[in-house]
């Protein structure tokens, strides 16, 4: 039967090979926006990481200026416990400039154990960070006040991180780092991935360093978690207490949850742009491929009579058309697989 | 002759009313969407409010220094670009302005996000805003760090409500009270190099702008006298560029260009990767996909109309017609097809363009159809009908006149 069938295909080849480059081309297009959107999916499933509900991002445009550094420890430290006592603030936490959802990067490469570890993210946070994020520890600890002092430099993982060093072993207590280091760091807790480019993007490994008493002088931003009531006015009110305390600096409020949605739509505004567009490529090559399909069956009309005479049924006769159609597609199916698996990349 | 061409292109196109529609679909919707694509593009780079003057303009927004592997990359200092510009000969006046920058203010327990941007004096000579209220601050505002400031429509309406005019009233942003001095109109966020909700002199920045580092967050635009004057203002700058020396040992090589428009847009920071080309390329790319399947499309749908007119060819060329008349033919019926299709993509993306106005996901642009956009329009048609029409047109001169006429 399918000899008979791809004898059939093959007499017709110069017309039905236009029909098959159609198919070819909008498969690669389907397999495209597919790939784009599990790629997608796969992200949107994994968890954020951590609690961004109620957690404002204070930007400080100029840190500080002084060449004391118990003055500046101090200055920050007066800063602290003034917005700590600010009825609405539950916890805060200095950190560096690549907080979640911003645009910020602070990048690194490692090679461990001959490994190339690349986009590797650097973050630098305070003991209160796992308070003020409501991390989910998954091994070990986050840093606390013992770890100022300390033989090896620490080092906080998060999951994606360990899967590329460690594998499933458990991380903590091993020493990370570059595999000709002679320091290398302790890591003392591993934390959730967070996904700090959005729900949609792939976050990338990160790794967390505690800050010290020098960190004051280029830390330039501070996380704050803010009970679920809190309004313009508790804003404005801590607007002011920073702006009065750090006259020399721009300072601006973001709340995270705006800030997600803004780098949420990075992704998800092309994502419906390229939907509409394959969707109405496929719509055009349909309509396209059941126009010819349709006027070449027409002219076979002859040769169907025949077989009807000679007392084929219906449904064979049906059946015999469908499977040309099927096996062209799915020749089309097979030639576009072995591209992409030739081309992946 | 083409009369007559007309006529049977009619005729065949209701002979079989399904194909047309086919085909006029694939057309109609190709072209709305490229159409859209086009007056998108156009739009952020064919709009020149506020830097009417685009002809006479270069803009310098970065200096990148390149060492063997250290890299820094990003805007201007105040000082470096004062300092330097302002030995040039060639430019009449240099606009020095920040990038926007966000901050807060409240007001009737209200927040309001509002966008801030330090510029000089001369950055309103060389800009043409315009003002529905008000003037510009000039000189010696600058000189004497007044706190004065300019303020977009939108930031007057989210601030003030809808009171009258408001020069003379005072704004507070960042913790600091300003007086308006003026009211520009809506710049959109796509014109990144002079968006901003309120404009303030550089003197009342809270950063240091007198530090004499090359990295800073500003940007220049040079204003020559006319036209002619822009080549040599950029050899003039690329000509200092090479004598200023680098900032410390870890870099050999300080790059700095005062570039046109287009070029400064696209720029991606690094010296190797030219943003014009990526843009160019990426967008050939995605037309010429896109293009693709409805042309594929269209190649199909009319070789099998013209094998069902197999019979009408087989007469013809019986009686003597050649075939390069069979293919003019062809050729002609075809671009009338096309050229309907496109008419009818034009009403379906100034539809679209509406709906999207409407919707409005980027505020304050105003998508519009022009003579550029119907003119590539009316391009893309002409292309589709030609390609689309030539293979098939070659297949059917081919016939073998007996062939055909048995049918």
Known sequence: ?345 | MLKNYLKIAIAVLRRRKFFTFISLFGISFTLTILMVLTAFIDKVIGDNYPDKKRDRLLYINRIEQKGKDDMTSGPLSYYFLSHYTGMMKTPVKVAISSGFSGTNTYVNNKKIAVNYKYTNADYWDVMDYDFTEGKPFNKQQVDNADHVAIISEDMKKQYFGDAGPVVGKYIEADNVNYRVLGVVKNVPLTSYMFFSDIYLPYTVSKADYKGKGYGGGYMGVLMGASKDDVPKMQAEYENLMKRVPVESKNYQHLYSHANTFVRSYVDTGNEDSSGVFIVITAISIFVFIFMLLPTLNLVNINITRIMERSSEIGVRKAFGASSQTLVYQFIVENLILTLLGGIIGTLLSAIALCGINSVNPIANLQLSINFTVLFIALLVCLVFGFLSGVYPAWRMSKLNVVTALKG
């Open chain 1, 1 to 345: 039967m399918f000899k008979h069938l791809f004898k059939l295909i093959w007499n017709k080849k110069k017309q039905n090979f236009l029909l098959m480059t159609e198919m070819l081309v909008s498969f690669m297009v389907l397999f495209a926006v597919f790939t784009l959107m599990v790629y997608y999916y796969d992200n949107y499933k994994k968890p954020m990481g951590f609690k961004y509900q109620d957690v404002w991002v204070i930007n400080i445009s100029n840190s500080y200026q002084t060449k004391n550094t118990d003055s500046l420890d101090l200055y920050y430290e007066t800063l602290r416990k003034t917005i700590k006592a600010l009825p609405q603030v539950k916890e805060l936490s200095f950190v560096s400039g690549n907080v979640p959802f911003s645009k910020r990067i602070n990048q690194s490469g490692l090679t461990f154990k001959g490994k190339h570890i690349d986009h590797l993210n650097n973050f630098t946070a305070e003991d209160s960070y796992k308070e003020t994020m409501n991390l989910g520890v998954l091994e070990g600890r986050w840093y606390n006040k013992s770890d100022a002092v300390s033989k090896y430099k620490l080092v906080v993982i998060d999951a994606d991180l360990k899967e590329a060093t460690f594998g499933k072993e458990p991380a903590v207590g091993k020493l990370l780092g570059n595999d000709d280091d002679k320091n290398k760091m302790k890591v003392i807790g591993v934390i959730q991935t967070i996904k700090r480019n959005g729900d949609y993007m792939t976050a990338g490994p990160g790794f967390y360093f505690r800050a010290d008493t020098g960190s004051f002088r280029w830390l330039d931003k501070i996380l704050v978690r803010v009970s679920p009531g809190a309004d313009a006015a508790f804003e404005g009110k801590l607007y002011k207490t920073m702006a009065g305390y750090m006259k020399n600096s721009n300072i601006e409020i973001e709340h995270l949850t705006n800030k997600l949605k803004d780098a949420n739509y990075f992704a998800v505004i092309p994502m419906i742009v390229l939907s509409i567009v394959s969707c109405f490529l496929v719509i055009n090559v349909a309509l396209g491929l059941f126009g010819v399909l349709w006027y070449n069956i027409n002219k076979r009309k002859g040769e169907i009579g025949l077989r009807r005479a000679i007392g084929a049924s219906g449904n064979s006769v049906s059946s015999q058309l469908v499977m040309e159609s099927m096996i062209l597609a799915t020749l089309s199916l097979i030639i576009g697989s072995f591209l992409l698996y030739n081309f992946r990349c």
